[in-house]
């Protein structure tokens, strides 16, 4: 079964709304869960890092206040999305160090 | 930062024969070297991985080999099957735990 849970696996939202990505792992403790962006047919980028009881650590070019991440317990790590826009529409991906939740599928309207 | 190349990035084979994938990874304290399967709409999931202190890794029809002094590792699945088919990512993890994902090879297997 699945070790790291993320939910919505699916969002549609207007532009200018924020939408909340969770990504939980079960059964066992994260300090450190990762969150990616996914265009179609391209790699995985990293977004940033998420350390539990800090603040994310963002890739460069990745702004902190339009994806804002909190990951405020062992289990959970969030992601916002602030006045989503639908070049923001995308496959977000959340991992832990090995394991990768199943992905949301973003699209802003 | 870690560069990691993937090649092909697409590849086509028959039902029953043999796919290789390759990865070169630039930082040499990179340990750790995943190789996830991506369906579309779905999560990357983790189907084999090795560490830098091991040269082989065989799990059924999976194994992926490590050449730490050329930095060079491979997926290779033997006996492919249709349910194969997918996208397959090589990644490469350092001492700050960021992985750095291949660019990825699109595996068709034709039945």
């Known amino acids: 079964g699945a070790v790291v849970s993320q939910h919505p696996s699916r969002v549609i939202c207007k532009s200018g709304t924020s939408v909340k990505i969770e990504c939980r792992s079960l059964?066992?403790?994260?300090?450190?869960m990762f969150w990616y962006r996914q265009f179609p047919k391209q790699s995985l980028m990293l977004m940033a890092t998420?350390?539990?009881?800090?603040?994310?650590?963002?890739e460069q070019g990745v702004e902190k206040d339009k994806f804002l991440i909190n990951h405020a317990s062992l289990t959970l790590s969030t992601l916002t999305v602030t006045s989503a826009h639908p070049e923001d529409s995308s496959f977000y991906i959340c991992?832990?160090?090995?394991?990768f939740g199943q992905g949301t599928r973003l699209t802003v309207v | 930062g870690e560069n990691v190349e993937q090649h092909p990035s697409t590849l086509s084979v028959q039902e029953g024969d043999s796919a290789v994938i390759k990865c070169t990874y630039s930082d040499s304290a990179s340990n750790y070297f995943p190789w996830y399967k991506q369906e579309l709409g779905k999560g990357p999931q983790l189907i084999i991985d090795?560490?830098?202190?091991?040269g082989e890794k065989k799990d059924q029809r999976i194994a992926v080999t490590l050449n730490k002094t050329a930095k060079h590792f491979s997926l290779h699945i033997t006996e492919t099957q249709p349910e194969d088919s997918a996208v397959y990512f090589c990644?490469?993890?350092?001492?700050?735990?960021?992985?750095?994902f291949g660019t990825g090879t699109k595996l068709q297997v034709i039945p």
């Open positions: 059964d066992f403790q994260a300090t450190t």
């Open positions: 991992s832990t160090k090995a394991f």
């Open positions: 090795i560490r830098s202190n091991v």
């Open positions: 998420s350390n539990e009881g800090s603040k994310a650590t963002y």
């Open positions: 990644a490469a993890r350092g001492g700050y735990q960021k992985v750095t």
